[in-house]
């Protein structure tokens, strides 16, 4: 039996470039942050009113939490900061919980099978099915959950992205259907050689690919390592719907280093996320998003990212650093033993270390360009 008319096209998309803005703020905060400035990254109490008594000042063993209440942190008189375990606060039961399982029509002819490790969609045609997301052990009952659904086959399935190990097996009756996924390995400075190798893939891109099946669209786009390195955010532009994945989550990101993950390319995927044409985002668990809550996720990211920056230019060390970052506010608790204390901050510390460096040398080789330029146009 023939296969139905699909085309498939890559779009040799440019570097993506940041909105000038978002570039603008952050190069300001970096550079305040190298001059020594304490830079403001959240909003400050209003000034006191005239005659009011002003609080008392925390202990000097004492920071004051979002909330008011004091909190001990090992910082005393002279501003040292005593090593201890990092605990955090206890694991909220709402945040990892696993939702149940099922499948849902969330646009026309677009399906999200949640309950099996994460969200999937599935974008029905008349010519066939195209699945994204990661598969899990349970791909047999995802097939059978998506069976459910359509008779149409499966044609496409799409990895959107890959941590270390082998991916899951394509199910049975999805045999035919063709893998796609990012195909340029990335190099992996915190991890392990085999991270980088390339999964199997029957087609592959490097930034941008377009399918047509159906007279459907879909649209996939990688901007930079992020989550891990081959993240991969979907777009289906005729339903101004974009699957996110794990690009976009309601807890603390977990930014897997081992797997090619980088903060600063998570910053500027996002950035890439919101250049695009959509209404509502599939996250990677949970409930759709709209993209004002995109929005809030990446500024939620940039703050994480100025504090930490701000803590490494004040000279805290790392273990010392993850006690003190401030995150409450953002509705990130951190919690001791999750992905991002354990496995994440340690890497993201490094990460900006490298970039401070970047930042310094970038400084002085403009001064010296500058002082060679004003010797030049002294010369008689």
């Avoid at 996110?244 to 500027?268: H, K, N, Q, T």
């Amino acid at each position: 039996m023939s296969r139905p008319r699909s085309e498939h096209r890559n779009r040799p998309a440019g570097r993506f470039r940041a909105p000038a803005a978002n570039r603008l703020a952050q190069a300001v905060c970096i550079a305040l942050l190298a001059a020594g400035a304490d830079v403001p990254l959240r909003a400050q109490p209003p000034a006191a009113t005239a005659g009011a008594q002003a609080p008392s000042p925390p202990p000097a063993d004492e920071v004051a939490a979002p909330d008011g209440a004091a909190q001990p942190t090992g910082v005393d008189a002279a501003g040292a900061v005593a090593s201890a375990p990092f605990v955090g606060p206890p694991e909220p039961p709402w945040l990892y919980g696993p939702p149940a399982p099922g499948i849902e029509e969330l646009a026309e002819g677009l399906y999200v099978v949640t309950g099996y490790g994460g969200n999937l969609v599935a974008r029905v045609t008349p010519e066939g099915v195209v699945v994204a997301g990661e598969l899990t052990a349970a791909a047999d009952t995802i097939a059978a959950t998506i069976a459910g659904a359509t008779d149409q086959p499966v044609r496409y399935v799409l990895r959107t992205h890959q941590h270390d190990g082998e991916p899951a097996a394509l199910p049975a009756p999805w045999r035919d259907a063709r893998r796609v996924a990012p195909g340029r390995p990335v190099p992996l400075p915190h991890g392990s050689a085999a991270s980088q190798r390339p999964e199997a893939a029957d087609l592959t891109f490097t930034r941008g690919l377009s399918l047509f099946l159906g007279g459907a669209e879909v649209r996939l786009h990688h901007f930079a390592p992020a989550h891990t390195g081959s993240d991969t955010a979907v777009l289906f532009p005729d339903l101004g719907v974009l699957y996110a994945g794990d690009l976009v989550v309601r807890g603390m990101p977990f930014i897997d280093y081992a797997a090619g993950g980088g903060s600063r390319g998570w910053v500027e995927t996002l950035d890439g996320i919101l250049a695009l044409e959509f209404e509502t985002a599939v996250p990677g668990a949970g409930p759709a998003l709209t993209k004002r809550d995109v929005q809030v996720f990446r500024d939620r990211f940039v703050t994480l990212r100025m504090r930490a920056m701000q803590l490494l230019y004040r000279g805290v060390a790392g273990e010392d650093a993850l006690r003190l970052l401030e995150t409450s506010d953002l509705d990130w608790p951190l919690v001791a033993g999750r992905p991002f204390a354990e496995r994440s901050f340690a890497a993201l510390y490094d990460e900006l270390a490298v970039e401070r460096e970047e930042a310094r040398a970038a400084d002085e080789l403009a001064r010296g360009t500058a002082e060679d330029e004003e010797e030049e146009s002294d010369r008689p």
